[in-house]
């Protein structure tokens, strides 16, 4: 499955972003989805993950009650919805897909097969 992930840009703190991945080439409800992000000089941290059909969703402790992972199988389709965004924020996100068999929590990357290519989120204080 290929991944593609756009919403990114430059937001002032306490304002909203939303991301999304759309993805093509395999069936889409056949994967869990997760969301990740890296800011400079830190490694790849956990944000936000959902299982096949939505049922069940994971988010980071620093993004709870800020951020809402939803997805639209009939568009093949993830969002990260992003509110009271903060300058910590600030790290290119990326999307990422694993067999939705896998899934339990969906917090560690070595889970995921495929990977978008990531959109920058810049927000300043």
């Known amino acids: 499955v290929q991944l593609q992930a756009s919403g990114g840009g430059l937001v002032q703190a306490g304002g909203s972003l939303r991301l999304s991945c759309a993805a093509s080439?395999?069936?889409?409800?056949?994967?869990?989805m997760g969301w990740f992000r890296q800011a400079p000089r830190k490694e790849r941290e956990f944000v936000a993950s959902i299982n096949w059909n939505g049922g069940s969703a994971y988010l980071a402790d620093p993004v709870k009650g800020r951020f809402t992972v939803s997805r639209d199988n009939a568009k093949n389709t993830v969002y990260l919805q992003m509110n009271s965004l903060k300058p910590d924020d600030t790290a290119v996100y990326y999307c990422a897909a694993q067999d939705r068999a896998k899934y339990v929590s969906g917090k560690y990357s070595r889970e995921y097969d495929y990977w978008g290519q990531g959109t920058l989120v810049t927000v300043s204080s």
């Open positions: 080439g395999r069936t889409f409800s056949r994967y869990a």
